[in-house]
């Protein structure tokens, strides 16, 4: 879960957070709440964290920081720290009411708007980040480490049923299907496109050089839950196949440390056995031009 730090602090205390080049006070998305909100939000991050879900950075007040140098990227991720790691502080909770995990265990991030620069993958290594996911890959590639970083892409995919591409997010589909406008009567025809592109995408890598898949999804129901349903759809008729693991970032980190260069360098070439279709239980996959 990739978590905004703005949602951890109250509207009445908007005033503790400035961004790079802004105003006191500004974010592009919404501030926290009331400070029950707040109180609420950290218990039930800290329920995820408890149940084994990765807690990762989205910086804080969703700027563009394409154009920051490291100066602007390493106030932001500062900011990040002391709005976690003093939260009951800032939105006078009660001391045990903060977070149950420290900053510095936050090892990845994603930039909002994948809007990165230079400066930040200096600022990433320098505060002991392991891996980042703001840019994008062709659906096959292996994961590159570069500047230390772990690079963990979005992919570009196929839309099932149609010559056109997007990003394997929500966000992306939004556009393509819909021009980034909610359509009712249109739920379940971009629902089961998004569900058979994630499994065209799943096929092909598992079928040929194993390279891993990366699915980014927001939290909130576009297309009135349709994009939702068809990840968890997704997640279940897959996470359950031989030879699948669906993992958080930071375990995916651990695996690619552990890979030797010539077995990395293998995977990479698709070099072994390679393994049959597989079967997807309980998915209907006739969706072929259903939602061009």
């Not at 995919?157 to 939004?174: C, Q, V």
Request: glycine residues 10%.
């Amino acid at each position: 879960f990739f978590v905004s730090g703005i949602n951890f602090l109250s509207n009445a205390k908007k005033h503790l957070y400035q961004g790079p080049n802004q105003s006191r006070g500004a974010s592009r998305i919404n501030f926290g709440g009331s400070a029950d909100d707040v109180r609420k939000r950290v218990a039930f991050m800290n329920a995820l964290h408890r149940d084994g879900h990765e807690i990762a950075s989205h910086a804080v007040g969703h700027f563009d920081g394409r154009s920051w140098g490291a100066a602007a990227w390493t106030s932001e991720f500062s900011s990040f720290d002391g709005l976690l790691e003093n939260v009951a502080r800032n939105n006078e909770l009660a001391p045990e009411e903060g977070f149950a995990f420290a900053a510095k265990d936050i090892v990845g991030f994603r930039a909002p708007y994948l809007a990165h620069s230079p400066g930040l993958y200096a600022t990433l290594a320098a505060r002991g980040f392991r891996y980042d996911t703001s840019s994008t890959m062709p659906a096959n590639a292996w994961p590159e480490k570069r500047d230390g970083i772990w690079r963990f892409n979005l992919a570009g995919i196929r839309l099932a049923g149609s010559g056109r591409a997007t990003l394997s997010m929500d966000y992306n589909f939004l556009v393509a299907q819909s021009g980034a406008a909610p359509i009712a009567s249109r739920r379940e025809p971009f629902r089961r496109q998004m569900l058979e592109s994630y499994l065209n995408y799943f096929r092909a890598n598992y079928t040929g050089n194993r390279a891993p898949i990366h699915i980014g999804h927001h939290f909130t129901d576009y297309q009135n839950g349709a994009y939702r349903d068809a990840l968890k759809e997704f997640a279940r008729s897959v996470c359950g196949l031989p030879e699948v693991r669906c993992v958080t970032y930071k375990t995916l980190a651990d695996v690619m440390d552990g890979l030797q260069p010539e077995m990395l360098a293998a995977y990479r070439n698709g070099d072994f056995p390679r393994a049959s279709e597989p079967t997807f239980a309980g998915v209907t996959a006739e969706t072929s031009g259903s939602a061009r």
